[in-house]
């Protein structure tokens, strides 16, 4: 049973930093691309970041480009996103997902991670 799980979300400043991490159980991570996407009510789903599953490619929209950072853990089974210089916008859920190929669709979510960015 695949298993995704996020931490690290909370009440941040506007100009401060946090670090999620996602913990992934029942598959060989290494072999997966994992990515990162956010939602907040009444949006769709967006794309955040993605990484490839050796960490030599990594992707991120644009309007993230610049402050948030894309890394994973293959001997931990983790990823992480490190994001700087947060604002207003950035306040959404985020989740990570995996998927087994760079061709196919992100097959697993995590539950979710709250991040709320005060101005």
């Known amino acids: 049973q695949v298993q995704l799980v996020e931490s690290g979300g909370g009440l941040v400043q506007a100009g401060g930093s946090l670090r999620l991490s996602c913990a992934a159980s029942g598959l060989t991570f290494s072999r997966y691309f994992m990515g990162w996407f956010r939602q907040t009510p009444g949006k769709e789903r967006e794309f955040v970041a993605s990484i490839y599953w050796n960490s030599g490619r990594t992707y991120y929209a644009d309007s993230v480009k610049g402050r948030f950072t894309i890394s994973r853990d293959n001997a931990k089974n983790a990823v992480y996103l490190q994001m700087n210089s947060l604002n207003s916008e950035d306040t959404a859920i985020y989740y990570c997902?995996?998927?087994?190929?760079?061709?196919?669709?992100?097959?697993?979510w995590g539950q979710g991670t709250q991040v709320t960015v005060s101005s």
């Open positions: 997902a995996s998927r087994s190929t760079i061709e196919s669709h992100y097959n697993y």
